[in-house]
């Protein structure tokens, strides 16, 4: 199971990024792929997540109406619209796969959960 993310980058407040993450070596019909993302001096936060149908998805307060999830199963890749961004939402940003159904999964998605996570990618929101 291997994920790569793309998309980061500088952006000001306001603005929006795409972020990408493509899987290869499993299929996205078997997994939650999760967004999490990690500032620096805090924790790793679980800020969406999408089914493996692509029928239900996640925000947390911090992202909802915001931010957008959604899949491309065919391509196993998994995008993150991040629209109105702000200061607060730099972090690095990581996706990852979770092997659990709906009825199993937790929300929010919780680091401990993952069984493979992509490198991250640098989201920088400038003020």
């Known amino acids: 199971v291997q994920l790569v993310e793309s998309g980061g980058g500088l952006v000001q407040a306001g603005g929006s990024l795409r972020l990408s993450c493509k899987g290869s070596?499993?299929?996205?019909?078997?997994?939650?792929i999760a967004w999490f993302r990690q500032a620096p001096g805090k924790e790793r936060e679980g800020v969406s997540c999408i089914s493996q149908a692509g029928g239900l998805t996640f925000y947390s307060d911090s992202v909802k109406g915001r931010f957008t999830v959604s899949s491309d199963n065919a391509k196993n890749t998994v995008y993150l619209h991040m629209n109105s961004l702000k200061p607060e939402d730099t972090a690095v940003y990581y996706c990852a796969a979770i092997l659990a159904s709906i009825p199993t999964m937790n929300f929010p998605p919780r680091p401990t959960d993952v069984i493979s996570w992509g490198r991250g990618t640098q989201v920088t929101v400038s003020s």
């Open positions: 070596g499993f299929s996205f019909d078997d997994y939650f």
